[in-house]
């Protein structure tokens, strides 16, 4: 069983800045690709961010630029740097594990998702 723990949301200002954080725990023995994704009433659930264990990234073009995104194998946890933020990047923000080795079976396992938290821009 693994699970995904997000924090960092919140509300901020548009132009501000907020670090999501996402650690997995459980039986874990490596991590392939961890990835932020985004989801509004309005839209389907898109991809902001990807970063895989060797590193590396891949970000949606609406994001390029403003956000950064990184990861601690070590701690099986990824994180994503939001800078100038706008309103438009308001959303459920989704923490992914993908490409999961189990510790004791060293098999590949089934993606997992965290609970989501909430980011708010504006003012």
């Known amino acids: 069983q693994v699970q995904l723990v997000e924090s960092g949301g919140g509300l901020v200002q548009p132009g501000g800045s907020l670090r999501l954080s996402c650690a997995a725990s459980g039986s874990i023995f490596s991590i392939g690709t961890m990835g932020w994704y985004r989801q509004t009433p309005e839209k389907e659930r898109e991809l902001a961010a990807t970063?895989?264990?060797?590193?590396?990234?891949n970000y949606a073009d609406s994001v390029k630029g403003r956000f950064t995104i990184s990861r601690d194998n070590a701690k099986n946890t990824v994180y994503l740097q939001m800078n100038s933020l706008k309103p438009e990047d308001t959303a459920v923000y989704f923490c992914k594990a993908a490409g999961i080795v189990a510790y004791t079976s060293r098999g590949v396992i089934d993606d997992y998702w965290g609970q989501g938290t909430q980011v708010t821009v504006s003012s």
């Open positions: 970063i895989t264990s060797g590193g590396n990234k």
